[in-house]
């Protein structure tokens, strides 16, 4: 069973900047997708950045520019970069693991259990 623990949020000014990790229990090979999603109060859970098996990554248009994503498969762990980041920002950040099928469906899927970032003056 995979599990995945996140680190790394908390309150921080507008502009600031925060580095989250999340580390998996159980092993997540190289070919998992992982990214990192986040949830605001009264909106759906959204994609921020996404790794993929082969290195690729996708961003958010909201985030581009500001943030950037790495893993070390060795470990089994990936970090998200926030930077100047805004009041809009602020949300649950969840870490996510999965597999995709070719049609682009996640058969496969592990969820953190999210760390808070809150941007506030």
């Known amino acids: 069973q995979v599990q995945l623990e996140e680190s790394g949020g908390g309150l921080v000014q507008p502009g600031g900047s925060l580095r989250l990790s999340c580390e998996a229990s159980?092993?997540?090979?190289?070919?998992?997708?992982m990214g990192w999603y986040r949830q605001a109060p009264g909106q759906q859970r959204a994609l921020v950045a996404r790794?993929?098996?082969?290195?690729?990554?996708d961003y958010a248009d909201s985030v581009k520019g500001r943030v950037a994503i790495s893993r070390d498969n060795a470990k089994d762990t990936l970090v998200l970069l926030l930077s100047r980041l805004k009041f809009e920002d602020t949300a649950v950040y969840y870490c996510?693991?999965?597999?995709?099928?070719?049609?682009?469906?996640?058969?496969?899927?592990?969820w953190g259990q999210g760390t808070q970032v809150t941007v506030s003056s």
């Open positions: 996510h693991a999965g597999l995709q099928s070719p049609s682009g469906v996640y058969f496969r899927e592990y």
């Open positions: 790794i993929r098996g082969d290195g690729s990554t």
């Open positions: 159980g092993r997540i090979f190289s070919t998992y997708d």
